[in-house]
């Protein structure tokens, strides 16, 4: 089951907790004080953190098995901010998560997170979110007492992100990213607290792995979730969003598929393929961890016949492509193609699959690597973003620290 867990959502995308009509009354818990340092995983400029201890350097791994070392180095002078909200991690025994980081927080951290600090200053809360022991309890069909405020983590992360806002940003433009439960979070907080709000002008995009956005069955653009914010259609667009769900295109979305659809008949879930802003198919620039310890890593594969990685990380080029589709029943998603050569001593294949008990759960696709998948092109696509917003706004290349 802990493969299952390892980065599942909390009710698909969303940040609450189903209350029973006979629950008590949830218990509110005590606001973090987001200006200790111990309650963020990620502050720019410590070395000690989930970001600044992160191993990121990656073997590129070409199809004839030429193995390429890439050294990672973050950026302190970066001239924007990344903020992160994790995904469902948390093994705490709870209902929702203590304010301790263990294993899953800073693991994660290294796998979706930390490599943005080469173009980004890097920030990242801790926040109380729905726990993983909850969520199997759910799926198990014993449910946890929930006897605390469904907003907890939330609320945590409205905290942090205008502690954030009033003592670190100072002007700058900012990424938000975010992955399962994370994108959850963040799509509540750019509804309640950015779209069309004066703060708009210093959003750069919103990166929304792993969810269900919605946006107008038309294609319109504006609507849905988002009041103000388009989806992102070129790396030179500033203020928008980048959406998707991720699944191989020979095990689609089943009927009983997590992502690629809403509930309102009028919408449907967005898909931005990161590898092909403008539509289309695209080459995944692809990260995967070398090993299995952490969210998006290997599960048994051999990268490359008779060689060992010593990197954290694997990059393949050229071994994947990705395409939004939809299928007959209106479902929206990400289709990603591998394009192994038994022939060539490189992997056939990759990992990311959700099994339990050994059979595959394809209501999942591939949510576990999402972010893996495409790494690298979102690195490139803020890069570009970058370079956008400060031709826009030439002050903020001297923004106070």
């Not at 038994?342 to 576990?368: E, F, N």
């Not at 790494?375 to 956008?388: R, S």
């Amino acid at each position: 089951m802990r493969s299952l867990a390892i980065s599942a959502v909390v009710a698909i995308a969303s940040i609450g907790m189903a209350l029973a009509e006979d629950a008590p009354v949830p218990q509110q818990l005590a606001k973090n004080d987001y200006s200790n340092p111990a309650t963020w995983l990620c502050l720019p400029g410590r070395t000690d953190d989930a970001c600044g201890s992160a191993r990121e350097d990656a073997t590129v791994v070409t199809a004839d098995g030429k193995l390429i070392r890439q050294t990672f180095a973050s950026d302190p002078n970066a001239p924007i901010d990344c903020f992160y909200v994790y995904p469902t991690v948390s093994f705490d025994p709870g209902v929702v998560s203590d304010m301790n980081p263990g294993r899953e927080e800073l693991g994660v951290v290294q796998a979706q997170f930390a490599r943005f600090g080469g173009r980004c200053k890097t920030y990242a809360p801790l926040y109380r979110q729905f726990t993983l022991t909850a969520l199997i309890a759910r799926q198990s069909g014993k449910p946890m007492t929930v006897t605390v405020d469904p907003k907890t983590g939330y609320n945590d992360v409205v905290d942090a992100w205008n502690y954030y806002l009033k003592n670190f940003n100072h002007g700058r433009g900012v990424v938000l990213i975010g992955h399962s439960q994370g994108s959850g979070v963040l799509i509540q907080l750019i509804k309640n607290e950015i779209d069309g709000k004066p703060v708009q002008k210093q959003l750069i995009s919103a990166i929304l792995m792993g969810t269900r956005l919605a946006v107008p069955r038309n294609d319109r653009g504006i609507g849905g979730d988002f009041r103000h914010i388009p989806l992102c259609k070129s790396s030179n667009e500033l203020g928008c969003a980048i959406a998707f769900a991720s699944f191989r295109d020979t095990v689609p979305p089943p009927e009983n598929t997590l992502f690629g659809k809403v509930q309102d008949p009028k919408m449907k879930a967005a898909c931005v393929n990161p590898a092909a802003l403008g539509g289309g198919s695209g080459p995944a620039y692809t990260y995967f961890g070398s090993t299995g310890t952490f969210i998006g890593s290997n599960l048994g594969i051999e990268w490359v016949k008779g060689a060992k990685i010593d990197t954290a990380f694997v990059s393949t080029p050229g071994l994947v492509t990705a395409e939004c589709k939809m299928n007959d029943a209106g479902v929206t998603y990400l289709a990603i193609s591998v394009h192994g050569d038994p022939a060539d001593p490189r992997t056939d294949d990759i990992p990311g699959d959700v099994k339990t008990g050994g059979q595959l759960q394809a209501q999942w696709g591939l949510h576990l690597v999402d972010a893996n998948l495409f790494m690298g092109n979102l690195q490139d696509i803020v890069a570009q973003e970058t370079e956008a917003y400060l031709k826009k706004h030439p002050a903020a290349k001297t923004a106070s620290r």
